[in-house]
Every structure is written in structure tokens, then in C-alpha cells.
């Protein structure tokens, strides 16, 4: 009999319409994990010497996604305290905070000059913690990583950990410096610390499905969170609220979500990178201002120097068919990677125990900080890598090679440490009134790099 995590996991899996609800309901409904290792010394010291515990996390960004990543740490045991937190808007953060302290009463303690709001707070949240947890606009990613990894500080980012080649670039430079102080730095790409995958991966490796020779990656869901436009905000302050539907603060959906698939087909290859790939993209059904300038659907069709082929689907459209898992195919049989299920020669199913991978990861980060083994999850860059070039093949209409790419300097819109509330905005409606669209990429003649 499934595990109550199991349940709830693989409900989601199953259904994109649950994957889009906020990840507070799930994360109040899963329990914890276990897994490996991570750094910090001096935290494992200081700690003995006191004849306790206590690990020091604090919050940039204050969404639903930061706020599970700190529920996670914090079901890691009571000794982890969430001590800071900041995000750009005043009232999001304070209502993080009212809502993980219900959660968490003793383990949640930032007081009022750590719970703040602006673009220039994020090195106090820092400088208070002994791991940051980054997750807010992407565009901002590779910039905080490095801001802490400086300051010898521990990581988690959220996915997608960058959304261009400059991004991408800062951020290898960012896990370099980690490996080099003795730092862990974690993404968000939970799938490596569900036990089903990890079972059926290993699998894989072993030769249960013979060579792989083609994979089916799919992301297909509803809309992600549309937030609508508040009036007393400047046109620059509502694409921040709203900034998963800007791709200048996001990077657009192949980049945002296939980023899960496409590390989990990364991992099954051992880590094999694509050598060119090509895309169809466009938006058809999700209209008027809350949807921003992203597309609506993508398919990214890559090729890998083994021979492998692999098609990639990603959808943000209601009342479409709803799916994100993978089904990866050898010369010996096929592993339904979501039902953690190989169909062929060899035919087998994992069968437990289940865990939530999401909570697996965060321990594993706090208990290696204890134990002082550090590890970085440095498969994150070549997998985004990957997604960034699909979503550059998805914008130009042109096929793109994996030198091309890594060689390319483009970005989105202005650099991180010039995007502020101040900032112009890059893209603007063409018209006032929610029924107003941004200007879109056209395949075919847009240029990117």
C-alpha cells in the first residue's frame, strides 16, 4: 500500500491542474525525507560547542515556492530556524511570514527589521543566515547565488537557476566558487531525490532498457498563478507581480518547466548534452494582459550525439490534456518514468517506500551542513543550459546548436542589477484594460543570439 506522501505526490504528477495550485497545499499535506550530504564546518562546530543544534536559513523571495522551500527546511527538525526574509513587495513578505509562523511557531523567528521589502536588502537577509533560499524572480537567481556563495554562505536555488546564456554562465562561474570555499549550492530540481526515480534510473544505467534511443519530456498544464493588475502600480511594479508571465523576469515556459523533464532525461543519459535542437512554438488560446508576452505551448525536438532523440512538450492552456512526466525508450524496452515502471524485457515496477522528494532535498542540505560534506548539484547548469537553448530555438524558428548557444552572451532584457521598480519596462501592452497583449517573439525573425 502507497505511503500517504506517495499518495499526494503522485497525485500531483498525475494532474497538472494539481501541480498549479499553490505548493503550500501540497506541502502541508506531504511529511519528510531523507538523503545526503552537505557543508559547514564552522555551523557543525559552533553547534557541538553549544551542546546544540541550530542551522540559520533565511528567505529571498517570499512566494509560494520560497515559502514551501522553507516549510521543507524547517520539517528538517526543530533546530532549523528561519531567521530572515525579504521580497520586493512589502505586503507579500509579511504575509509569508504570518503564514509560516502558524506552521512553524517556535522555528519562526524574524523579527520586523528581517522581514523586509526592496532590491537592496538581500545581503542583510544573508548576512543572517547560514543557508539562503533563493527563490523569487529567475532573472534574479545567478545573481543572489553568487551574492551569498560570496559571503560563504549555503544554497538553495529554485529552478529554473538561470534563464539565458548570460545567466548560465554566471551561474557555472557561481558553482565553481562554491567547490572552491567549500560551499554547497542546491536547485530546485527535486526528481534526483525521489526514491522511484532513483530506482528506475539506476535501472536504466544497468541496461534494463538497452541503449535509449528517444524520450517523450512533457509539461502540459493549466496557466500558471495569473495575477491581475493592481492600479496603484506602475507598469514595471505589475510585470514584477506578475513576473512569471514576463519573459525578461522569467524566461517563458520551456526554461521554467521542461527544465524538470529535461534534467531527468539528462540524468538517464548520464549526463549527455543535446547537440542541436529545434522548436515550435507560439501562443493560441491565452489572451489579454495577465498572460504577459509568453507563449502558450512549446515543443523542442533536440538530438543527442548518442544517436538519442528526444521531443519535448510544454503547455500553459486550460482545458487541454494535462500530463509532466517522461516515457523513455531503449532498444530493450520502455520506462514510464512518472509510474516508476519498466515495460520490456525486463518488467518491473518500484514498489516503495515512497518519499517526498521535495522534503528529501531540503534535509539533505541541512544535514550536510552539519556533517560538513559539502556537495553542489552542478548537473543543473548543463540541464539549463538545455532549456535555455530550447526556448531560444522556440523564439528564432531556427535550429540551434549546443556550441552556438554556450558561446552566446545574449540575456533577456537588462542585467539583474539593473532591474528595479526604476527600471523602464522592456515590453509594454498595446492598450490600456486587462483585454491589452504584449508584443510577442515571431519565429522566423526574431534574432536572439
Known amino acids: 500500500m502507497r505511503s500517504k506522501v506517495s499518495q499526494v505526490y503522485e497525485g500531483c504528477v498525475a494532474s497538472g491542474e494539481q501541480r498549479s495550485r499553490s505548493r503550500r497545499e501540497f506541502l502541508k499535506a506531504a511529511a519528510g525525507g531523507g538523503a545526503a550530504a552537505i557543508a559547514g564546518l564552522s555551523i557543525a562546530r559552533s553547534a557541538h560547542a553549544r551542546g546544540e543544534q541550530v542551522v540559520k536559513i533565511g528567505m529571498i523571495g517570499a512566494g509560494g515556492r520560497c515559502s514551501g522551500a522553507a516549510a521543507e527546511s524547517m520539517r528538517a527538525g526543530p533546530f532549523v530556524k528561519l531567521v530572515a526574509m525579504c521580497d ?26 528581517h522581514c523586509m521589502a526592496g532590491f537592496d536588502v538581500q545581503q542583510k537577509v544573508i548576512e543572517a543566515a547560514d543557508i539562503v533560499l533563493i527563490a523569487c524572480a529567475s532573472k534574479f ?10 559571503a560563504g554562505k549555503h544554497v538553495f536555488v529554485e529552478k529554473p537557476p538561470a534563464i539565458d546564456p548570460a545567466g548560465c554562465k554566471r551561474l557555472a562561474a557561481v558553482c565553481e566558487l562554491a567547490k572552491q570555499k567549500g560551499l554547497s549550492i542546491v536547485c530546485g530540481l527535486q526528481s534526483r531525490f525521489h526514491r522511484g526515480y532513483q530506482e528506475c534510473i539506476k535501472r536504466i544505467h544497468d541496461g534494463a532498457i538497452g541503449q535509449i534511443t528517444a524520450a517523450q519530456a512533457m509539461f502540459l498544464r493549466g496557466p500558471y498563478q495569473l495575477v491581475a493588475r493592481d492600479p496603484k502600480l506602475t507598469e514595471t511594479q505589475y510585470q514584477f507581480s506578475n513576473w512569471y508571465h514576463f519573459c525578461w523576469l522569467s524566461g517563458d515556459d520551456v526554461t521554467q518547466s521542461l527544465v524538470h523533464n529535461m534534467d531527468r532525461v539528462a540524468w538517464a543519459l548520464q549526463e549527455e548534452t543535446p ?55 531503449g532498444t530493450k524496452g520502455v520506462c514510464y518514468l512518472g509510474d516508476c515502471r519498466i515495460q520490456g524485457e525486463t518488467n518491473w515496477k518500484f514498489e516503495g517506500p515512497h518519499n517526498n522528494p521535495y522534503d528529501a532535498e531540503q534535509k539533505a542540505l541541512v544535514d550536510s551542513v552539519l556533517e560538513g560534506k559539502p556537495i553542489q548539484t552542478e548537473y543543473m547548469i548543463n540541464s539549463t543550459w538545455t532549456v535555455v537553448m530550447g526556448q531560444i530555438a522556440c523564439y528564432t524558428g531556427k535550429a540551434v546548436e549546443w556550441n552556438q548557444v554556450v558561446q552566446s552572451d545574449f540575456q533577456f532584457g537588462p542585467p539583474p542589477e539593473q532591474s528595479t521598480f526604476d527600471t523602464p519596462p522592456p515590453v509594454k501592452p498595446d492598450k490600456p484594460g486587462p483585454e491589452a497583449n504584449y508584443p510577442l517573439p515571431i519565429p522566423g525573425i526574431t534574432k536572439l543570439i
Not at 537567481?141 to 560570496?150: D, G, L, R, S, V
Request: proline share 3%; hydrophobic share 35%.
Open 275 to 329: 547537440r542541436w535542437c529545434f522548436g515550435l512554438a507560439g501562443r493560441s488560446s491565452s489572451f489579454g494582459e495577465v498572460y504577459g508576452d509568453m507563449f502558450d505551448h512549446h515543443t523542442v525536438v533536440y538530438e543527442y550525439p548518442s544517436g538519442a532523440r528526444v521531443y519535448a512538450l510544454c503547455q500553459t492552456r486550460n482545458g487541454c490534456y494535462h500530463n509532466y512526466s517522461d516515457i523513455i525508450m
Open 88 to 113: 520586493v513587495f512589502e505586503n507579500r513578505v509579511r504575509a509569508a511570514r504570518d503564514r509560516l509562523k502558524k506552521m512553524f511557531p517556535e522555528q519562526v523567528q524574524v523579527d520586523d527589521d
Open 141 to 150: 537567481h545567478p545573481m543572489y547565488a553568487e551574492m551569498a556563495i560570496k
